[in-house]
């Protein structure tokens, strides 16, 4: 096995760490912090902004599945990588689109990506790519949000059209069925 790590912010950690989830190849996604200046920061202090730490996912994953450039292909289609520190209603440098490489091959590859991409925008494309600095992962009852919440309104209005675009744009890439969060009928 070959498992390597990649480590991204595009918004709130919640969708993509819903994307990555159902994406086959990935074995696991951690919501988490990195990026910024205080040591062990808390999802309050996160929040503020003042902390310099965006929010992002650490995705382990196996190359021999997935490779590094699918995984970006993947990012740069789930969110608006041309707004500056917001995705949506969540704004603040906490929402940032950041790329975070494990190593020059990383850098690389993110780099030619979004010289690749920049075409196919209108706006220029403001993701900062840097080297990973120390990743926090997030508190307990982040994980696996939208997995635990799927009804719940943000998960509603925010996660699932974005998994609505993937599984539209990138189908094959997916993991089957059983495998994805179902939302519960609160009906029957």
């Not at 003042?50 to 382990?60: K, L």
């Not at 091959?105 to 900062?128: C, D, G, K, V």
Request: hydrophobic share 35%.
């Amino acid at each position: 096995m070959a498992y390597r790590c990649a480590t991204f912010g595009g918004g709130c950690f919640w969708c993509l760490e819903a994307v990555f989830q159902i994406v086959k190849g990935v074995i696991s996604v951690e919501p988490g912090y990195a990026g910024g200046t205080c040591p062990n920061p808390s999802y309050q202090q996160v929040c503020t902004g003042t902390t310099g730490h965006a929010e992002v996912v650490q995705i382990t994953f196996d190359d021999q599945e997935i490779d590094y450039s699918a995984l970006l292909e993947i990012f740069f289609t789930v969110h608006d990588p041309t707004t500056l520190n917001r995705q949506g209603a969540d704004v603040g440098s906490q929402y940032r689109s950041v790329i975070f490489y494990h190593d020059e091959e990383q850098r690389a590859q993110a780099e030619a990506m979004i010289a690749r991409l920049q075409n196919h925008w209108s706006s220029p494309i403001l993701t900062q790519v840097g080297p990973l600095p120390t990743f926090y992962p997030a508190e307990s009852y982040h994980r696996n949000y939208y997995r635990r919440y799927p009804l719940q309104g943000y998960c509603q209005a925010v996660i699932a059209p974005k998994l609505a675009k993937l599984r539209h744009h990138l189908c094959e890439r997916l993991v089957t069925d059983q495998h994805q969060a179902q939302p519960i009928s609160i009906l029957t």
